[in-house]
């Protein structure tokens, strides 16, 4: 029976506790350390300790849960961007142009005086203002966005053209009109602000690079289309081929993006407060990108409707995606030499860098705005000047914009964290070359008199302070700043040892005061009772200062020192 009862016990413990003690037997009970619940000794594993095991699992989901949610609303866009397409490609009837939603004139009307719209309200007035007179800085910007940018891509789409680079053409010119489209609205704004730039620089640019490219953008794609169609080894740009109608696209581009945006910015000068709450509250920045993507998944409908995607091969997206990456930062360095203009430090710089040179800030903004491109501006141009042509063909052409859009998000947002750095190093370096402010005694010559001037300074607030009535004017202003730096006024400020002590200091309210060469009359402040001070206190027997400062800087000339001498020897006699 007790038998038994041990066992059960034994089991029990086995069950609760697992002792790791040698030879199998248990320990005596004095030996064993007094074990409390909270703890466990070092040669047991109880239970109960999977339960911390349990708690930092559900920590590590907790935290990977939040961090997968915050790249969600980070690049929420791009999951949106792969969930269009997707829904193209298994359903492309429902936003074809003619399918089942009309997406001819709901989307590619309305969608784009939707964007345009919320664009006009969003452009603070304020702050265009501001920055509206830096001709020259908005010149460089747009000169790099909308001249130099489309012409070099032009120029190496030719190049490839003329080397018969085994290439699907309609890709190609793709990537000639993705370079011919103006400055992003929104996102070049944000990563100018996060990577401390120059954000109203970015906004002005933004709006004025969307303007001008209603009308310079039509131009330069049809400029850069006729040789681009005769240098093509196929015929594959035959279906996107002809003029541009420049009557059409200007009405349909005016009418569709810039009256919206006008109307816009007229609302949101006559109600700017308004305008700011109902934006935060509707959060329409993300109402336009969800109307961009509407757009985005309506011309992939056409696109995967009309198989124009069945003679674009894998190798050609990679070689688009390889090419956006490096014409984003080749772009991005041009911007950064032109406007910031590095010069090397072991040479002198000329005066004409130092007057063209942009600060750090605009040189972000610079940057941005000029590698920059808009997939709101540019699929509706596409949409535009090939609206006669193929459904198909829009959405081949507009692939390079869209993966251009993608990469430079991307890569815009990896350079926030440099450009950041290097502005606050920036600051920092201008912050140590500017010289710390100074008292103007430190900025002039340690001279005697120099160094009078500056004791009377600090003693004149507490010698007007016991002041009589019938002091001499000239005593009076002693305390101003213009007698601050005058040396024959404090010349003629009275040493304790030119006036011997003639009266009991004790009890005593008002100084004597003294002729000094005969002409001059001061107070004896050193010989008033009432004189003390935290930095100044006399004693009752003597005439001299016990401020360690001011004496130190009393015996620091020859004049002193004799001053002193002659002091010490009436006080003998």
């Keep these: 029976m007790d038998d038994s009862r041990l066992k059960a016990t034994s089991s029990f413990a086995s069950d609760a506790t697992v002792h790791k003690g040698g030879n199998g037997s248990s320990p005596s009970p004095l030996s064993q350390k007094p074990s409390f619940p909270p703890s466990y000794d070092d040669k047991s594993v109880t239970i109960a300790a999977a339960t911390p095991k349990n708690t930092t699992f559900k920590d590590k989901m907790l935290k ?3 961090f997968m949610l915050t790249l969600l609303k980070k690049y929420w866009f791009l999951v949106g961007l792969a969930f269009v397409i997707s829904i193209a490609y298994a359903c492309p009837d429902v936003a074809r142009k003619g399918g089942y939603i009309r997406a001819e004139w709901s989307i590619k009307w309305g969608a784009v005086i939707i964007i345009f719209l919320i664009s006009g309200l969003s ?67 944000v990563m100018t602000k996060n990577a401390k730039g120059n954000e109203a620089t970015a906004l002005m640019n933004a709006a004025i690079g969307n303007v001008l490219g209603i009308f310079i953008s039509p131009a330069l794609v049809d400029t850069f289309q006729e040789p681009l169609i005769e240098a093509t080894p196929e015929n594959e740009t035959a279906e996107a081929g002809g003029r541009v109608d420049f009557v059409s696209v200007l009405k349909q581009l005016g009418i569709t993006v810039l009256v919206p945006l006008v109307i816009g910015q007229l609302i949101q000068i ?5 305008v700011a709450k109902i934006k935060v509250k509707w959060r329409l920045s993300d109402v336009s990108s969800v109307a961009l993507l509407t757009m985005v998944w309506s011309v992939f409908s056409d696109a995967f409707h009309s198989g124009s995607f069945n003679s674009v091969g894998a190798t050609d997206i990679i070689a688009v995606v390889i090419m956006n990456i490096g014409f984003y930062i080749l772009f991005s360095l ?35 705005c000029g590698a920059t491109k808009t997939v709101a501006m540019g ?47 920036g600051k920092e370096k201008d912050a140590k070359a500017i010289p710390p402010s100074r008292d103007e005694e430190d900025h002039a010559d340690h001279s005697p008199d120099h160094d009078e001037g500056k004791i009377t300074r600090e003693i004149a607030p507490i010698e007007k302070a016991y002041m009589k009535p019938d002091v001499p004017a000239a005593v009076a202003v002693v305390d101003s700043k213009a007698d601050y730096n005058n040396h024959k006024i404090m010349d003629n400020i009275p040493l304790d040892d030119e006036k011997p002590v003639s009266e009991t200091m004790v009890g005593k309210s008002s100084s004597r005061v003294s002729t000094l060469d005969g002409d001059k009359q001061q107070e004896d402040i050193y010989n008033s009772p009432l004189f003390t001070s935290d930095t100044a206190s006399i004693s009752l027997d003597t005439s001299r200062f016990s401020s360690d400062t001011f004496s130190s800087r009393r015996l620091s000339t020859p004049g002193r020192q004799s001053s002193l001498h002659r002091t010490d020897h009436h006080r003998d006699i």
């Design 64 to 66: 990977t849960k939040a």
């Design 123 to 189: 452009l603070r007035t304020r702050i265009l203002t501001q920055t509206f007179m830096r001709i020259r800085l908005h010149l460089l910007v747009q000169i790099i966005n909308l001249i130099i940018i489309p012409f070099f891509v032009f120029g190496l789409v030719l190049l490839l053209f003329k080397m018969h680079v085994p290439m699907n053409s309609l890709v190609l010119m793709g990537v000639v009109i993705a370079a011919s489209t103006p400055t992003t609205v929104s996102s070049n704004v």
């Design 270 to 274: 006559a109600f700017t407060e308004k």
């Design 334 to 368: 041009l911007s950064l030499f032109l406007a910031y203009i590095p010069f090397p430090a072991s040479l002198k710089e000329p005066s004409w860098v130092k007057r063209l040179r942009y600060s750090r800030e605009d040189t972000v903004a610079v940057m941005y």
């Design 379 to 425: 699929v509706p141009l596409i949409n535009v000047l090939y609206e006669n042509g193929d459904p198909g063909t829009v959405g081949v052409l507009s692939t390079p914009l869209l993966l251009y859009h993608v990469e430079q998000l991307i890569l815009g947002n990896i350079e926030v964290d440099i450009l950041k750095n290097w502005v606050l190093r």
